[in-house]
């Protein structure tokens, strides 16, 4: 782990949440928009539904294997906060987000890519794009089992 600000089991309950919000269609690794792919939408669904409204994004670089990401602060959902908790998000972005978020990043894709590898997801090629399903890993498959008589 690089970063110290999310541990293992946080980074798996992002990228797990991210899949569950996508069910039941595919993603894939190709970009959502010019500024951001799976795993920035990924952490962006988990800092909103944290209380915390940002948008993560990359700066959109050809041919550059690594990215250089960036915090866009949603204001208008923060002035509607009450004061303490407006300064309480800005200080944990412009303090300790913004300098981590690299390793953030990072993390987050090497957590991803060990959950494929174990088929946590499924990883179709078709048309020579990658399409990437949940497995039945991710689901506590107990909720689903009607009870015994």
């Not at 590898?117 to 499924?122: A, G, K, L, S």
């Amino acid at each position: 782990m690089e970063n110290k600000i999310y541990n293992v089991e946080t980074l798996y309950e992002i990228i797990r949440d991210y899949y569950l919000s996508c069910f039941p269609h595919a993603t894939s690794y190709e970009s959502i928009t010019p500024h951001s792919n799976i795993f920035t939408a990924a952490i962006t669904n988990y800092m909103n539904k944290s209380g915390c409204p940002v948008i993560i994004k990359f700066e959109n670089q050809k041919f550059v294997s690594t990215k250089n990401y960036f915090i866009e602060k949603d204001l208008d959902k923060i002035i509607v906060m009450p004061t303490e908790q407006q300064h309480s998000i800005i200080d944990f972005i412009d303090t300790n987000l913004t300098g981590e978020l690299t390793k953030v990043m990072s993390d987050l894709i090497a957590m991803h890519s060990w959950l494929v590898q174990d088929e946590y997801i499924t990883k179709l090629v078709v048309n020579n794009i990658s399409k990437m399903y949940m497995s039945s890993k991710f689901i506590n498959m107990e909720k689903f089992k009607f009870p015994e008589n």
